[in-house]
């Protein structure tokens, strides 16, 4: 599930779900982006902070409501959650521990700071799946990267750590796990006793280049994805998914 708490104008968001190591739902994505959008509009927020409970940011997407509930119609839950992040004209720190895999990792581009654990572990596993990735990382990515790093990362879709994150521009600080939410919530506070309308008005002018190029990415990474959920190499990959077993691509 999303919990939210506003405390001293920071509205933090968390991945509430450690069970399940926060393994987002369709649920939970419009959970998030109702706090998003309140967040956008309530004067008492001047930043998000996004978190997981539990020791892990998010697993990504829960694969078994994922199957049963896939993307469909003109806005479907990941991505009024993704747009409503990339829009939030707010400052968005995250708090990252343990796995952020997916969604967990792109939706980190989209974060103004990003405190990760040294022993964090981030995965990019869309082509594992048969799928494309999401979260404008094939816009945002390779930007902010280079081409090569951001071919590396989601062509092979390996783990890996807070060090290739950190370099990969992803993260602004790299700390001791326990202290990755005393950090966040520093910086958060920090933020937050600034000048409101000036903090707004940079952030704007930081993305106003692209946002618009970025939004139309959104939409047609999801179109794609939704195409290629509907074809043989994803369902061979969550039918492996579902039979513990690795997926074998070597008929297609």
Excluded: W
């Excluded at 309308?197 to 952030?203: C, E, F, P």
């Amino acid at each position: 599930m999303i919990s939210t708490v506003l405390d001293q104008r920071i509205l933090t968001i968390a991945f509430d779900r450690a069970d399940k190591k926060n393994a987002i739902t369709n649920e939970m994505y419009l959970a998030a982006e109702a706090a998003l959008l309140n967040a956008s509009e309530n004067d008492d927020v001047r930043v998000v902070l996004f978190k997981g409970e539990g020791g892990d940011f998010t697993s990504g997407n829960d694969l078994v409501d994922f199957i049963k509930n896939p993307p469909s119609g003109d806005m479907p839950p990941v991505l009024a959650f993704l747009l409503a992040l990339a829009r939030c004209p707010k400052p968005v720190v995250a708090a990252v521990n343990g796995l952020a895999v997916g969604i967990g990792t792109t939706m980190l581009a989209h974060c103004d700071f990003v405190v990760a654990a040294d022993n964090a572990r981030f995965k990019l596993p869309f082509v594992d799946l048969g799928v494309c990735p999401e979260g404008g990382s094939s816009l945002l990515f390779p930007n902010m990267m280079g081409h090569a790093q951001a071919a590396e990362l989601l062509l092979l879709a390996d783990i890996f750590g807070a060090e290739k994150a950190n370099k990969a521009g992803l993260l602004n600080e790299v700390v001791a796990a326990d202290d990755v939410l005393p950090l966040a919530e520093k910086v958060a506070a920090k933020l937050a006793k600034k000048a409101p309308n000036a903090i707004r008005k940079t952030k704007a002018m930081l993305k106003q280049s692209y946002l618009s190029e970025l939004e139309a990415r959104l939409a047609e990474e999801i179109f794609n994805f939704r195409a290629l959920l509907d074809g043989p190499e994803a369902k061979e990959a969550l039918t492996a998914f579902m039979e513990k077993r690795a997926p074998d691509f070597s008929k297609f």
